[in-house]
């Protein structure tokens, strides 16, 4: 009677879940939904060929201090690197003293407290310190920022599908509202079109966003000598290169111990092969006949049988 129930209350449920996918899918076919204007004129990260990438991939340390340069003298006014401390600089080739200058003429102090008085004080940075935020707290930052919060970079490129691809794409891809048109040549509708203090850019998400164009010209960062030309995408190359960098900062080890982890499997897999066959190579299969028609068996069956008066 229970699984009688059971069955009847399984059945029912499960043409309930039935009518519902039948109903839920003629609705959508009857009533198709209309397309998103974000959705059309959306545009997929560019592809961004970098030395890091691939299983064997390596940093590039002049376009990663290149992309730090950019940071710094673009990024850095609004956007924090909160899990990067100055001496992880080390790792570009930058030197002990020049780490010491580096933080040291950050233009964001770092906050502390008065020893004298108690209260609150900011103090230059020092190579320990993690790269200081350019705002007091979120409420300052979004005050600053038409109430937008400006994300931290450490992570960005982890954060954000397409890692290094989607930055310099948003960097470079700041385009006309007005003149804007899709691969289907059809122009921005004016409800789409970006309102005040906000900013066109068809590879964000909702195709507005609260960032002005940072990269607005070739040659706005100064490179040394003997560096490419800093055009606007050389200059959104390289710092998406240092912000990949920023978020895993150990990558170079991990393919380096990947491969040794690889290589070492291998050896051993071919080793284990061998042992295998060394071991078993003289071992013959012996089948064994079992089951009632076993004489070994039958004989057992037999006596069982005669001890408790079984006939047969």
């Known amino acids: 009677m229970v699984r009688l129930i059971g069955f009847l209350v399984g059945f029912v449920f499960a043409g309930m879940l039935l009518i519902s996918l039948i109903g839920g899918l003629a609705d959508y076919f009857q009533n198709p939904p209309e397309p998103d204007v974000a959705h059309e004129f959306h545009l997929e990260p560019k592809h961004l060929a970098l030395a890091s990438d691939g299983p064997l991939g390596k940093f590039d340390k002049a376009q990663l201090q290149r992309g730090f340069q950019v940071y710094k003298e673009v990024c850095a006014a609004c956007h924090g690197l909160s899990l990067v401390s100055f001496r992880d600089l080390h790792a570009l080739g930058y030197e002990e003293p020049e780490i010491k200058k580096i933080a040291e003429d950050w233009a964001t102090q770092v906050p502390s407290i008065n020893p004298e008085t108690g209260e609150a004080a900011t ?25 937008a919060l400006p994300p931290d970079l450490s992570l960005i490129t982890k954060a954000r599908e397409g890692g290094a691809a989607y930055i310099h794409s948003l960097l470079t891809g700041y385009r ?4 804007y048109k ?11 079109k970006p309102a005040p203090g906000l900013h066109f850019n ?11 164009q940072p990269l607005t010209a070739n040659g706005q ?20 290169a240092f912000l990949v960098w920023t978020a895993e900062p150990n990558l170079e080890r991990r393919h380096a111990a990947g491969i040794a982890v690889s290589i070492f499997l291998l050896i051993g897999s071919i080793l284990g092969y061998f042992a295998y066959r060394q071991i078993w190579r003289d071992a013959k299969r ?6 009632a028609l076993d004489p070994e068996n039958k004989a057992k069956s037999n006596r069982a049988k005669g001890k408790a008066g079984i006939a047969g």
Do not use: C, I, W
């Open 123 to 147: 103090r230059k940075a020092l190579p320990s310190d993690r790269f200081p935020s350019p705002y007091a707290n979120e409420t300052a930052a979004r005050a600053a920022n038409n109430n």
């Open 176 to 179: 006309n509202a007005d003149t």
């Open 182 to 192: 899709n691969e289907h040549g059809q122009p921005l509708p004016a409800e789409a």
């Open 202 to 212: 068809p590879y964000f998400a909702n195709l507005n966003l609260a960032m002005p």
């Open 221 to 240: 960062v100064t490179y040394a000598p003997g560096n490419p030309a800093p055009t606007v995408d050389q200059m959104a190359t390289d710092v998406s």
């Open 286 to 291: 012996k089948v064994r006949v079992t089951g």
